[in-house]
Every structure is written in C-alpha cells, then in structure tokens.
C-alpha cells in the first residue's frame, strides 16, 4: 500500500509540476508574441525605411538617369562642336597652306621681277652714265669747233670786212673822181647855157 501513496504524492507534484510548465509555456509564448509584435514593428518600421529608401533610390536612379541622358546629350554635343571645330581647324590649315604657298609663289616671282629690275636699272644707269659721258664729250667736241668755228668766221668776217673796206674805199676814190669829172662838165654845160652853177 505504501507505493500506492507514493504513485498519489508524485502525481499531486506531476500536476504542480505541469501548471508550472504550462505556465512558463504560456509566459514564453506571451514573450514570444511580445517579441514577435515588436519585430513585427521592426519590419514593418524596416520595411517603410527600405520602402523610402527604394523610393529614393529609385528617384535617384531617375535623377541618374537624366544626368547620364543630359551627359550623354552634352558629350555628343561636345563630340559634335569638337568634329565641327576639327572640320574648320582642318579647312582653316588646308586654306592657310593654300595662302602661305600662294604668297610664297608671289614673293618668289616679286623677288625674281625684283631682280630682273635691279638689273635692268643698274643697265639703265650705266647706259645713261655712258651716254652722259658721250653727252658731255660730244658738247666739248661742239664747244671746240664752235670756238674753233668763231675764230675761223671772226677771221673770215675780219677779212671779208677788211677787203670790203678797201673795196668801197677804191669805188668812193673812183666815185669821187668820177662825181668831180661830172660835176666839172656839169659846170661847163652850164656855163655854155650862161648860168652859174652857185645860182642854182
């Protein structure tokens, strides 16, 4: 019979031994559920934080996406201005060779006719410093004979009038005795007609 009792006592302790159990069930499932709801909490305070985020995210992928569409625009745009500026760099260089050489061809043909006068001026001047040295010559030539030429006339006019004077003084002396052989038959012829020559 005893061990009949000691069945009852240990089931009368099973029992406080289960109410405590249960008990600490219930108490960690309360915690549980506390916890549980805090996480719960969490998540959903997590979730909205990941959910801004991802609205951030997302706007800032869009801001990105403008930027990298507002970048791609500039860079074509740059890539344009710059092909655009390497075209006239190229046009400009091709011109500017055009010009340099053209000028070149003009300078080199300006020097040769540059040269080409130089030498026809030095020609010019040696010409004309002959010719002036033949000038002069020939106005020493002429000035000699002219000189040469009023001593000759200056000694054919001396004769001339030297021999004309004695011409005209031997036609005066035979003019004079021919004018005193008039002039007496005169008188006489007068004198023949009774007239004196002094009357008249």
């Not at 003084?169 to 023949?192: F, R």
């Amino acid at each position: 019979m005893p061990p009949k009792k000691k069945k009852g006592k240990k089931g009368k302790k099973g029992k406080k031994g289960k109410k405590k159990d249960e008990q600490k069930e219930e108490d960690k499932y309360k915690k549980t559920v506390r916890e549980i709801s805090i996480l719960k909490d969490h998540l959903a305070h997590r979730n909205e934080i990941a959910r801004r985020s991802e609205a951030h995210a997302t706007n800032a992928k869009d801001q990105l996406q403008k930027v990298v569409t507002k970048l791609d625009a500039q860079k074509e745009e740059q890539k344009d201005i710059s092909a655009d500026l390497t075209r006239q760099y190229k046009t400009m260089q091709t011109e500017l060779g055009i010009s340099v050489h053209q000028l070149e061809a003009e300078v080199g043909h300006l020097r040769q006719q540059l040269s080409h006068c130089q030498i026809e001026l030095e020609r010019t001047k040696s010409e004309k410093e002959k010719m002036e040295k033949e000038k002069n010559q020939k106005i020493i030539e002429l000035e000699t004979k002219i000189d040469g030429m009023e001593g000759a006339y200056e000694r054919v006019l001396t004769e001339s009038l030297d021999s004309l004077i004695g011409k005209i003084d031997t036609t005066k002396s035979k003019w004079e005795d021919q004018s005193i052989h008039i002039q007496e038959q005169n008188k006489k012829m007068l004198l023949e007609f009774g007239l004196n020559h002094l009357d008249i």
